[in-house]
């Protein structure tokens, strides 16, 4: 029932900027914290940036100063500006959100929420 979509991957040159989009749908209460992960061949999945309901962000180190995660509660999306983008950049980038589904409890919030990810290639 809920599902989310990515959007905004593609080649980019290093150096250059790049926005992630991912749209959440369905039968959805409140959507808390938002995130992006990324994993690159033979990598384990990690933690790019997050983004709490009251705007607090958390940002892995190899990308803070560079990225940027926001969201957009009206459009239930939240975004990834990535600028200064470099070859370690390159990896699949997926969508995650902790929500509270409709019908649940205030108490029953699920984490595991994933899109299907999007290809970013820095590459000159």
């Known amino acids: 029932q809920v599902q989310l979509v990515e959007s905004g991957g593609g080649l980019v040159q290093p150096g250059g900027s790049l926005r992630l989009s991912c749209a959440v749908s369905?039968?959805?209460?409140?959507?808390?914290?938002m995130g992006w992960y990324r994993q690159a061949p033979g990598k384990q999945r990690e933690l790019v940036a997050r983004?709490?309901?009251?705007?607090?962000?958390t940002y892995a180190d190899s990308v803070k100063g560079r990225f940027t995660i926001s969201r957009d509660n009206a459009k239930n999306t939240v975004y990834l500006q990535m600028n200064s983008v470099k070859p370690e950049d390159t990896a699949v980038y997926y969508c995650?959100?902790?929500?509270?589904?409709?019908?649940?409890?205030?108490?029953?919030?699920?984490?595991?929420?994933w899109g299907q990810g999007t290809q970013v290639t820095v590459s000159s």
């Open positions: 369905g039968s959805i209460f409140s959507i808390y914290t």
């Open positions: 983004i709490s309901s009251g705007g607090t962000t």
């Open positions: 995650n959100a902790a929500l509270r589904p409709l019908g649940f409890t205030q108490s029953e919030v699920v984490n595991g929420y």
